[in-house]
């Protein structure tokens, strides 16, 4: 299947006209942020994490997104418990192995996660994706020093695993289903001097996904949309700090001139 800008545009006028509801079970630095980004794009955001509503939650709701950022035992048995809830319901998961590979607690969680139910997208640096299936990434807290190419096998194998959809995030972003691959190649480095703009990604992934049922079109629709709004914010933004401002902005207003003008597989 050829996929190209009129996919992205389509797909984000139905997060616009149908506003989905996303289920976060994220982490204290982002909520707030990923909250922000999720209502500019035109989704619903909940942040809900007590293990006695989280099946409530993901009832009510298009999508679930889990964010390993911030653990805690007891948000681990509310993520499992609200994972095993949607994928009963045949919801969207989107799963981000955020510091994936930093310490062992955080890879024993991971893998809990990842063979409880087995998600419909996971989304990571290549560092957190490489780290997902062997010791091999090497993370820095929670950034990447590994190229985004470096991790395409890992990717593909647990896309083979999960069977569903990997994204890995880099200069250029791979989504990865199996022997299927997407590319997007928009961005920009000012976006990694802002604190969770990965888990933005992930959340606007999982807003994509409760409207689109191709999901790894989703995911490419969702990272597109991520990068385009980095370089449209960037024109006119003097540091982290506006951009952070008019990266919102930019998610608020763009249009299909801008997705035509701006979107870039390689």
Not at 64 to 85: F, P, Y
Not at 127 to 138: D, Y
Not at 237 to 249: C, E, I, K, T, V
């Amino acid at each position: 299947m050829k996929i190209d800008s009129n996919f992205i545009i389509e797909d984000l006028a139905l997060v616009r006209n149908n506003s989905p509801l996303v289920h976060n079970i994220t982490n204290y630095v982002v909520m707030n942020n990923t909250a922000n980004a999720l209502l500019a794009v035109g989704a619903s955001p909940i942040m809900a994490h007590a293990i006695e509503e989280v099946e409530e939650m993901v009832n009510i709701s298009g999508a679930l997104v889990i964010n390993i950022g911030t653990l805690s035992a007891q948000w681990v048995a509310a993520m499992e418990k609200a994972m095993i809830r949607a994928k009963a319901l045949d919801k969207p998961i989107v799963l981000d192995p955020v510091g994936a590979g930093a310490s062992q607690f955080r890879n024993q969680v991971l893998k809990r996660l990842l063979e409880s139910s087995p998600p419909t997208i996971v989304r990571g640096n290549a560092s957190e994706i490489l780290a997902t299936l062997s010791s091999s990434g090497k993370t820095k807290g929670v950034d990447a020093t590994d190229s985004s190419e470096s991790a395409i096998e890992t990717g593909k194998t647990l896309s083979d695993m999960t069977g569903g959809t990997v994204v890995i995030s880099g200069a250029i972003d791979y989504i990865i289903n199996g022997d299927l691959k997407y590319t997007v190649a928009n961005g920009d480095p000012l976006m990694t001097k802002v604190t969770g703009l990965g888990c933005t990604a992930t959340a606007l992934n999982g807003a994509f996904a409760a409207v689109q049922k191709d999901h790894s079109r989703a995911a490419f629709s969702a990272m597109a949309v991520m990068g385009i709004a980095g370089e449209m914010a960037k024109r006119i933004s003097q540091g982290p700090g506006s951009f952070q401002m008019h990266f919102l902005d930019a998610l608020y207003q763009m249009n299909e001139d801008d997705i035509r003008k701006y979107f870039r597989k390689e």
